[in-house]
């Protein structure tokens, strides 16, 4: 069955902005991160959130550019991605843990039970 599944991915011009959706119908998850590949690269950890207290956490190269939430009564999973730039582009993938014991784990793809199929994000002009 399906469980997580993104949209909102798309073409904008560098400068411009996103959201990215994410719906789940997993129970008990303490981890919701988004990760990023692009072609000929290895999945990133973009953004994580945990669902017990909403502690965010960030890859440096997308600080003070994007933004994690949800929205617990629709179990959904945003990503608000501002001044979007040409290397932001790739398909972007939502996760979910049910716990990860290690924050030097938090962007690391072995630590997430549970993936979406991916949005493409695409910035060019």
């Known amino acids: 069955q399906v469980q997580l599944v993104e949209s909102g991915g798309g073409l904008v011009q560098p400068g411009g902005s996103l959201r990215l959706s994410c719906a789940s119908s997993?129970?008990?998850?303490?981890?919701y991160a988004w990760f990023r590949q692009a072609p000929g690269k290895e999945r990133e950890g973009v953004s994580l959130?945990?669902?017990?207290?909403?502690?965010?956490a960030y890859a440096d190269s997308v600080k003070g550019r994007f933004s994690i939430s949800r929205d617990d009564a629709e179990n959904t999973v945003y990503l608000q991605m501002n001044n979007l730039k040409p290397e932001d582009t790739g398909v972007y993938y939502c996760?979910?843990?049910?716990?990860?014991?290690?924050?030097?784990?938090?962007?690391?793809?072995?630590?997430?039970?549970?993936w979406g199929r991916g949005t493409q994000v695409t910035v060019s002009s």
């Open positions: 959130i945990r669902t017990v207290d909403d502690i965010t």
């Open positions: 997993i129970t008990s998850v303490m981890y």
């Open positions: 996760a979910a843990a049910k716990t990860i014991y290690y924050e030097k784990r938090f962007f690391s793809p072995d630590e997430y039970d549970f």
